[in-house]
C-alpha cells in the first residue's frame, strides 16, 4: 500500500455549522503543524489532543479551526491521521483544501480511507463494505445489520466455518502426501461429519439472506389491479397523505407512481400502477405495458380487487397473472354491498393472506401492513441481525460454497480419493475467503470502494 498522503472533505457540501477536512499518510502530521497555528498554550500538536487556532498561509489566515492529529497505527486508516473542523460553507472548507494541496498531497479517491483501512488490516472486506451500508441505511434496522456486520459478526461467523475446513484439509494434505507413513489417517465418517457441519451453518445463513437483502436494499412492491378498485387510495393510505389523485373514473392512473416509505423496519419502494386492463387509449395503453414492466420486477404484488363488483374478465386475467407470484390480496370497498364470489377469490388464493378492507373509511390499512411484515419475515420477525446476510455479493458466494462443499459431501460419501475431496473443499474455502477480502480479486476490491463516498 503506498504510504502518500492524501486529503478530502469528509462533511456533506454545503452550507452547515462544521466543515470536516481528513488528511490520512505519513506526511500528514508534518503538512498539519506547517499550516496551522495554535490559539492556545499548545505550541505543537500532540496526538489525540484537538487544539483551536488558525490556518495560516503567508501571514493570511483562511480560517478559524480545530484540529486533531491521530498517531498511527490506532488510527482509522492505521496511518497518521489529521482532521481539520473547518467553519461550514464551501468557501471556508475550498480554501483551506486548496492550501493542503499546494504540499505532498492527493486527493482521496472515493472510500479510499475506508480502503486503507481494509488494505492495512484494520478491516476485513465485509466490515469495510459495511461502513457504507451504515451510511446509506434507511431505516434503524438496516443501520443494526450494517453495524453488526461492521462490529464483525459475520466475519467471525465465516472465519469459524474456514477454519473447521482447513483442519478437514491439513488431515487431507498429511494422509496425500505421506501415505506409506505411520500417521493415523483421517476417516470418511470424520470427515463427513465436519463438512455437515459446515453445510448447516451456511444453510442457516442462507435462510434469512432475503430478509437481508430487502432491509439492506428495499422492497419493490407493485400495487395492480384492474382500473378503479383503489390501488391509489392504498398507496395514498399507506403513505399517508395524498400523492396520487383519486376520483371515480376508472384510468386516472396512466403511468407508475413510485414512493418510499418505512413499515416496521423495512424499507419499501412501493409503485402504484396504471390499471390493467385492454384499451385503445394510446396513453393509457402505454401506462398498462409499464405496469406489465413493474410487476415483472417487483418482489412482492399488492393485487387489489373490488368486494362491490362481481369479477370480470380482467380480473380472472390477473389473478391468473398473480397465480404464480409472492402477492398479498387486498378485497377493497367492503363498505359497499358485497357481489365479489368470496369462495372463488378463497380457493384461487387459499396459501395467500387476503385482507379486506374499505379504503375510504382507512378500514384494513394496519392489516396490510402488517401482513407484509409477515411475508418478509415469514412469521420470523425477530431473527438475529447478525443471521443476515444482507448483501448480494455476499449471499452469491455463500451460495457457491454450499455447492462446493455439498459437492465435497457427496465426494466423501462414495469414498473418493482425498485429493478429489480436497478439490472442492478448497472451492469452498475460496469462496468464502472472497467474503472477507482474503480471495478477493484486485479489480474486485476497486469496484466495491469505487461505489464510497469521497471522504470515507
Known sequence: MSNETIVAISSAIGEGAIGIIRMSGENAFVIANNIFKPKSSYNQ???????????????????????????????????????????????AIKRVLDYILEFDVQMAEPGEFTKRAFLNGRLDLSQAEAVMDLISAKTEKGFDVAYQQLEGTLSGKINQIRQELLKVVAHLEVCIDYPEEDIEEVTYPEILESFVMVQNELTLLLKHADNGRIIREGLKVAIIGKPNVGKSSLLNALLKEARAIVTDIAGTTRDVIEEHLNIQ??????????????????????????????????????FVLNASEKLSEEDQELIELVSNKKSIIIVNKIDLESKIDWAHVENKFDDRKIVKTSLLNDDGILEVEQAIVDMVYEGDIHASNDQLLSNARHIQAVKQSLKSIE????????????????????????????????????DIVKEIFGNFCLGK
Do not use: W
Not at 274 to 288: F, H, L, N, P, Y
Open 407 to 442: 459437492a465435497a459431501i457427496h465426494a466423501t460419501q462414495d469414498n473418493m480419493p482425498y485429493d478429489f475431496i480436497e478439490v472442492d473443499t478448497f472451492d469452498c474455502l475460496e469462496s468464502l475467503g472472497k467474503i472477507t477480502g482474503e480471495t478477493i480479486e484486485n
Open 45 to 91: 500538536l500532540e496526538n489525540r489532543k484537538m487544539v483551536f487556532g488558525e490556518i495560516v498561509k503567508n501571514n493570511h489566515v483562511l480560517d478559524e479551526v480545530m484540529i486533531v492529529y491521530m498517531a498511527a497505527p490506532k488510527t482509522y486508516t492505521k496511518e497518521d491521521v489529521v482532521e481539520i473542523y473547518c467553519h461550514g460553507g464551501v468557501i
Open 265 to 302: 423496519g423495512i424499507p419499501i419502494r412501493i409503485v402504484d400502477t396504471a390499471g390493467i386492463r385492454k384499451t385503445s387509449d394510446q396513453i393509457e395503453k402505454i401506462g398498462v405495458e409499464r405496469s406489465k414492466e413493474i410487476f415483472n420486477q417487483a418482489d412482492m404484488v399488492l
